[in-house]
Every structure is written in structure tokens, then in C-alpha cells.
């Protein structure tokens, strides 16, 4: 007897319908034009040079050991889901992405903070940082790379040279004063 059910892969890439996938398409996701860059390059190292070394690590395994109670070939299938479930995040974000230039080079006088600006903060304890302000699914905050939805990143949006803001953060609420919009 043959399942009528699809398997996740397929409802999420489906077109049309009440799936996963008709729902996660509804939200549209925000990219600099190097952050889509930087996906697509993941996406085509994961989709051929990555799947194929798993495929042959899981091979290996499966010829050395067999597949019950073999902890290569188990790890090297963990690896393979791991692949292929951001393969498949990646496309979803990438069949949702609205690239919008980044706003670096744009210093007018009276600039406010804004998709990709680069804003340089000083902090209450004197110390300065640089962000730059990009969607969720490109933010780093180790690289300098908030996205407009977290706190600091709603708090900067709008803002100009000189403005102070607060935010709270899980140690507090920390005061910043804009220094420069770029």
C-alpha cells in the first residue's frame, strides 16, 4: 500500500496549497546583495562538492561496517540530513529574498539608519562599534552584522548622527548614541 503523505522535502518546495511551505513563503526575507551572494555560494559549495563528500564518507562507512552499529556510518548520516536541511533552508530563503541595495555610500547630511547603513555607536562605557543593519537571515553579530528586528537593530532604524537610544539587552539596558551613519 502506497502513503498518500508527502515527505517534508516536497511540502516545503511545493507551490501552492496550506503546506509548510505555503506559509513559510508568505514572509518576504531581506538581503543585502552580498548577503544573497554568500547564500548562493553556500548553496552551490553544499549542493555539489559537499553532498557528494558525504555521500562517499556514507559509502565508505556502509563498505566498512555495514549500517547497524556502526557509529561512522551513523555520523556520516547525521551529516547528510544536516546538508540537505540547509540546502533546503537556503532555497526557501533564497525563493524569498528581496535584495535591497545596501545603503553604504549614501552619507548625506540629515542620513537616518536604514536597510544595509553601516552606524557606528558609542556605548556608555565609551567604547565605539561598528554595525551594519541586514535581515535575519544574514545577521552575524560577531561579524558586526545585526538584523533590523533585533532589539538593537529596531532601536538604530530611523535614527540619525547624534540620536541616543536605549535597548535592552539580557544584561540590561544599554545606552548608545549614534556617531556615524555610512
Known amino acids: 500500500m502506497k502513503s498518500a503523505a ?9 507551490s501552492g496549497g496550506s503546506g509548510v511551505g505555503a506559509m513559510a513563503r508568505t514572509r518576504d526575507t531581506h538581503l543585502t546583495p552580498e548577503g544573497r551572494e554568500a547564500l548562493a555560494n553556500e548553496l552551490e559549495r553544499l549542493t555539489g562538492a559537499r553532498r557528494r563528500e558525504v555521500a562517499e564518507r556514507i559509502s565508505r562507512a556502509h563498505e566498512t561496517g555495514g549500517n547497524v552499529d556502526n557509529a561512522e556510518y551513523e555520523e556520516a548520516k547525521n551529516e547528510q540530513a544536516f546538508v540537505e536541511g540547509r ?3 537556503i532555497e526557501n530563503i533564497l525563493s524569498r529574498a528581496v535584495v535591497t541595495k545596501s545603503a553604504a555610500g549614501r ?3 540629515g542620513a537616518k539608519v536604514q536597510f544595509g547603513s553601516f552606524v ?4 556608555g562605557r565609551g567604547s565605539s562599534v561598528l554595525y551594519q543593519v541586514v535581515g535575519s537571515a544574514e545577521a552575524n553579530p560577531s561579524e558586526g552584522k545585526i538584523s533590523e528586528s533585533s532589539p538593537v537593530g529596531q532601536a538604530l532604524m530611523g535614527r540619525k548622527v547624534g540620536d541616543e537610544v536605549e535597548v535592552q539587552t539580557p544584561s540590561g539596558v544599554s ?6 551613519i555610512g
Open 107 to 109: 552619507r548625506k547630511k
Open 175 to 180: 545606552k548608545l548614541r549614534i556617531k556615524k
Open 120 to 123: 557606528t555607536v558609542a556605548s
Open 6 to 14: 508527502k515527505p517534508l522535502v516536497a511540502i516545503l518546495r511545493s
Open 87 to 89: 540546502i533546503v533552508d
